[in-house]
């Protein structure tokens, strides 16, 4: 899908290819081979180039070529009602069009609508960029709290009952943290590598930074820093609380295991007793009273033998 926009301080307008002007943002989500060659050739952008973020194993990199900048960074977003992952988002900088390719729609780039265009200028394309990756580093943070939330929500189902199903949440949420501790490292590293290009003047014709946009750079690398470590510290926790509750789960296994060892025990004493004295042999006790004699026997050896493993803390 190709949607083009320009913003003129009060509205976002849709451009076409056909009608495409300077300053112009083209969107691609998930694009045709058409309309990625049909944009390669109006933006005089490397087909190849447009193309990269679309692999979803596409690392965070910063590329720098004569007549444009590919920025690819790994955004997140939640693919299940408990599961996220990330996918990368490239960022193509020319002299005339910021380009943006994205695998799918997604909760960044749905936010510059024409609703909120007076927060934001397509033409202005390094500030129209640090927006971008500012939502985000914010969107991880979102995320982030919302795994937390989820983890102390499974933890009070787990203390009333040990359910397979919340272990494998539990486990589906660490796994997030790990993609998302991954992708804001290699953010953190193209953030930095962004940062020295703010007094590179051969690269002004593409990306130019003022006082201003210095400014939202470093808030960008601050939320990102941030992330990182709310992602580490819920990873410490959630990997925490996953080996306690193996304990827990294991402990109990074992408490459970000695009930039933104590119990057959018990049971065996008696099924001996009837069984030695239901032999066809001369054997005391058999008289008209011997059953109850017998029973009092089978009763009196399973208390003693019970009692002891009490004692012995099997109960």
């Not at 609508?113 to 500030?127: D, G, I, M, Q, V």
């Not at 937390?148 to 660490?174: A, H, P």
């Not at 939320?223 to 193996?246: C, P, R, W």
């Not at 004699?293 to 803390?313: D, H, K, P």
Request: charged share 20%.
């Amino acid at each position: 899908m190709l949607k083009i926009y320009k913003s003129n301080d009060t509205h976002l307008n849709g451009l076409s290819l056909l009608s495409l002007e300077k300053g112009a943002w083209l969107s691609l989500i998930n694009p045709t081979e058409e309309e990625l060659e049909a944009v390669a050739a109006s933006a005089n952008v490397p087909h190849d180039l447009l193309k990269a973020a679309l692999d979803d194993k596409e690392r965070p990199r910063l590329e720098i070529e004569e007549n444009h900048i590919l920025i690819i960074t790994n955004i997140p977003f939640m693919y299940s009602q408990n599961s996220y992952d990330t996918l990368p988002l490239g960022i193509i900088l020319t002299s005339n069009y910021i380009i943006t390719v994205c695998l799918r729609n997604n909760e960044i780039l749905s936010d510059f609508t024409p609703e909120n265009a007076r927060l934001f200028s397509t033409y202005k394309k390094t500030r129209f960029l640090l927006q971008i990756l500012y939502k985000s580093a914010t969107l991880y943070l979102k995320f982030v709290i919302e795994i937390n939330n989820m983890t102390e929500k499974i933890e009070k189902d787990l203390l009333r009952s040990m359910r397979n199903e919340e272990i494998y949440q539990l486990l589906e949420l660490e796994k997030s943290l790990t993609f998302f501790g991954a992708s804001l490292k290699s953010n953190g590293m193209v953030l930095t590598k962004l940062l020295r290009l703010r007094n590179n003047n051969r690269l002004n014709h593409l990306i130019k930074m003022y006082e201003d946009d210095e400014e939202l750079l470093e808030d960008v690398i601050i939320e990102n820093k941030q992330a990182m470590e709310m992602v580490e510290m819920y990873s410490h926790i959630l990997t925490g609380m996953m080996s306690t509750f193996t304990s827990i789960i294991s402990n109990n296994i074992n408490q459970i295991m000695k009930l039933f060892t104590a119990v057959s025990i018990i049971l065996t004493i008696p099924t001996m007793i009837s069984g030695i004295f239901g032999m066809n042999l001369e054997l005391p006790f058999q008289s008209e009273y011997g059953f109850w004699y017998i029973l009092i026997l089978c009763i009196a050896v399973s208390g003693m033998v019970t009692l002891g493993l009490w004692r012995r803390g099997l109960f």
